[in-house]
C-alpha cells in the first residue's frame, strides 16, 4: 500500500538571517485535507516557516516539496540546490494561498476588486467571470453584502474574510494563515475562525500558525510545537495536550493561560 | 501717495497676459516635473544602483541650492555649454528640473512608504514585478503623496515669480514694471500679492477636494 504524498513535505530546512540560524534542519509533512496548526512561543521561527512554504523567504538550505514538486530549488545528485526557473515557481506558488496577521488588503480596490484582482491579471478571465466568481467567493465567507466596499469601510474581521476569500479565489490546494486574528478586537476573532472551522470542514488543507490554543485544540487535526527554530513536538491535539505533557508546552500554555488555554490545563 | 485702482484697470490687457504667461509655466512645470520626478523615483527605487547614486547627486544638487541661482546659471551660463535658451524656455526648463527634484523625492518616500505586506499580498496571489509596480505600488504611492504633491504645486506658483529675473514675461515680471512705469509700486506689488495667494488658495481647495474624493482608499 502506497500512501498518498503529503501536502507539503519540508526536508532539513534551515534559514538564516545574516549569521543567526532561526531553523534548524526542519523536517516536516503536512497531511492533505487536514488543518495543522503550528504553535510556539514567540521568535521561535514560526511566521518564518510559514513564509519560507509560501515562498515569500528563501530558506537556506533544505527543501520544500508541494505535492510532491520541488518549490524554487531543486536539490541535485550532488547536493547542490538550483533555482528553478520563475515560471516553474510560479506554477507551483499558484497552489498556495496565504493570510497575513495585517490582512494586507489593497486600500485602492473594493472588497470585489481585492478578490477578483489575480483573476483579471494574471489568469485573464473576463471581467464578468471575474466578478461571478470574486462574488462566490464573498458570499463563502459571508460578505456578499460588501463587495462594492472598501477595505477602510469594513471592520477588521470582514477585511480579514475578505482576505481570505481573496486567497480561495485562485482555488488553491492550500491555505497558509499566519495569525489571522492577532490583530483582531476579540469579539471579531469568532467570525474569522468560524470561516476558518468551515473550510477545515469542506477538506482544505491548512497550515495555521495562531496563539489560539483552544481553535488548535479544536479544530487543528495535527499540532506541531515549534521551539527554537526546531519542531519539538509533533501530533494530534489529543497526543499533545494530554498529560503527560512535554515540559516546554506546559511552560509554553501556562504563559496563555488567559488565552483559552485554562481547559487543556485543568487536571483530568 | 494714495492708492489709485484706476492704473490696475487700464493696464488690465497687459496683466492678463502676464498672467496667462505665469499660469501656463505653473501648470507646464508642474506637470513635467511630475513625470520626470516620477520616472527619476522609479529609477532609484527599481533600477541599478551606479544610476541611482548619480540620479541621487543630481535631486541632491537641485535640491540644495536656490532656485535663483539655478535660473541664472542656466539661463546666462547656458550658452557656455551651447544651451542658449530664450526666456520662456529657459524658465519652464529650469522651474520643471527644479520641480522633478522635489517630486522624486515625494514619490520614492511614496514607495517606501506602502507597506511591504501589500507587495508580498501581490505575490502570493501570483502577480509579477511588472504587474505589482503598475496595480499595487503606483496606486498606493499615489495615495500616499498626493497631499505632499498639492503643497509642491503651491510653493512652484510662487517659484514663477522668480523667473522675472530673466525678463520671462510673468505676471510679476509684467506688473512690477507697470508699477514703476506708473509709479504705482504699492498697488502692483499689492496687485501681485493677491494674485499668487488667490492661486494658492485655489490650488489648496482643489487638492483638499480630490483628497475627498479619494478618501475612502485610504490605508485601513
Ligand atoms: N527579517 C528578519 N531579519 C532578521 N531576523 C529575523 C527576521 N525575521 C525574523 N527574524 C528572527 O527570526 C526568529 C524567528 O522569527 P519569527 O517571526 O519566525 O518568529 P515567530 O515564531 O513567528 O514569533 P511571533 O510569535 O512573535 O510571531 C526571531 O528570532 C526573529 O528575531
Ligand atoms: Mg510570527
Redesign the pocket.
Known amino acids: 500500500m502506497t500512501l498518498p504524498a503529503p501536502a507539503i513535505a519540508i526536508r532539513r530546512l534551515s534559514k538564516s538571517?545574516?549569521r543567526?540560524e532561526?531553523?534548524h534542519g526542519i523536517d516536516l509533512e503536512i497531511a492533505r485535507g487536514a488543518t495543522t496548526c503550528l504553535i510556539?512561543?514567540?521568535?521561535?521561527?514560526?511566521?518564518?516557516?510559514?513564509?519560507c512554504i509560501a515562498f515569500l523567504?528563501e530558506a537556506t538550505s533544505g527543501t520544500i516539496l508541494i505535492d510532491g514538486q520541488p518549490l524554487g530549488f531543486e536539490e541535485q545528485a550532488a547536493g547542490r540546490r538550483v533555482r528553478l526557473p520563475p515560471q516553474r515557481i510560479r506554477k507551483v506558488r499558484s497552489g498556495i494561498g496565504m493570510v497575513f496577521q495585517q490582512f494586507n488588503l489593497w486600500p485602492h480596490m473594493t472588497a470585489l476588486g481585492n478578490v477578483t484582482e489575480a483573476l483579471v491579471t494574471v489568469k485573464g478571465l473576463s471581467r464578468q467571470e471575474a466578478d461571478a466568481r470574486g462574488m462566490a467567493q464573498l458570499r463563502r465567507v459571508g460578505l456578499e453584502a460588501r463587495a462594492r466596499h472598501y477595505p477602510s469601510e469594513l471592520s477588521g474581521g470582514q477585511q480579514q474574510r475578505v482576505a481570505i476569500a481573496r486567497a480561495l479565489a485562485l482555488e488553491p490546494e492550500i491555505l497558509l494563515f499566519?495569525?489571522p486574528t492577532a490583530s483582531l478586537d476579540p469579539e471579531l476573532t469568532g467570525e474569522v475562525l468560524n470561516v476558518m472551522r468551515d473550510l477545515g470542514g469542506e477538506g482544505m488543507t491548512m497550515v495555521v500558525?495562531t496563539?489560539e490554543i483552544g481553535f488548535a485544540a479544536t479544530v487543528g487535526q495535527r499540532i506541531v510545537f515549534?521551539d527554537h527554530?526546531r519542531v519539538l513536538l509533533n501530533g494530534t491535539p489529543a497526543e499533545l495536550f494530554a498529560a503527560p505533557r512535554h515540559p516546554r508546552l506546559t511552560q509554553f500554555l501556562e504563559t496563555y493561560l488567559d488565552r483559552g488555554a485554562a481547559m487543556l490545563l485543568k487536571p483530568a | 501717495m494714495s492708492f489709485d485702482g484706476s492704473v490696475i484697470l487700464a493696464a488690465l490687457p497687459a496683466i492678463l497676459s502676464g498672467l496667462k504667461v505665469t499660469l501656463g509655466i505653473w501648470v507646464a512645470a508642474t506637470a513635467l516635473g511630475i513625470a520626470l520626478g516620477f520616472v527619476v523615483a522609479a529609477f532609484r527605487h527599481f533600477g541599478p544602483r551606479p544610476l541611482g547614486l548619480a540620479l541621487r547627486l543630481a535631486v541632491e544638487v537641485l535640491r540644495g541650492t536656490p532656485f535663483l541661482i539655478q535660473i541664472f546659471l542656466l539661463y546666462f551660463g547656458g550658452p557656455f555649454i551651447g544651451l542658449s535658451l530664450d526666456p520662456v524656455p529657459a524658465g519652464l526648463l529650469g522651474l520643471s528640473l527644479y520641480a522633478a527634484a522635489y517630486f522624486s523625492e515625494i514619490f520614492r518616500a511614496g514607495f517606501l512608504a506602502v507597506p511591504r505586506g501589500h507587495v508580498e499580498a501581490a505575490q502570493c496571489v501570483g502577480l509579477s514585478q511588472a504587474q505589482i509596480v503598475r496595480r499595487i505600488l503606483i496606486p498606493e504611492m499615489t495615495m500616499l503623496v498626493l497631499p505632499q504633491c498639492v503643497n509642491m504645486a503651491v510653493i512652484l506658483v510662487k517659484e514663477t515669480a522668480v523667473l522675472s529675473i530673466i525678463a520671462v514675461p510673468e505676471a510679476t515680471a509684467v506688473i512690477s514694471a507697470l508699477g514703476s512705469q506708473q509709479y504705482a509700486f504699492v498697488e502692483s506689488l499689492f496687485l501681485l500679492a493677491v494674485i499668487y495667494w488667490g492661486l494658492v488658495e485655489a490650488c489648496g481647495r482643489a487638492g483638499r477636494a480630490l483628497e475627498t474624493r479619494l478618501s475612502k482608499f485610504r490605508f485601513a
Open positions: 538571517y545574516g543567526t532561526v531553523l510556539g512561543p514567540s521568535g521561535s521561527g514560526k511566521s518564518t516557516l510559514l513564509r523567504e499566519d495569525e500558525v496563539h515549534l527554530g
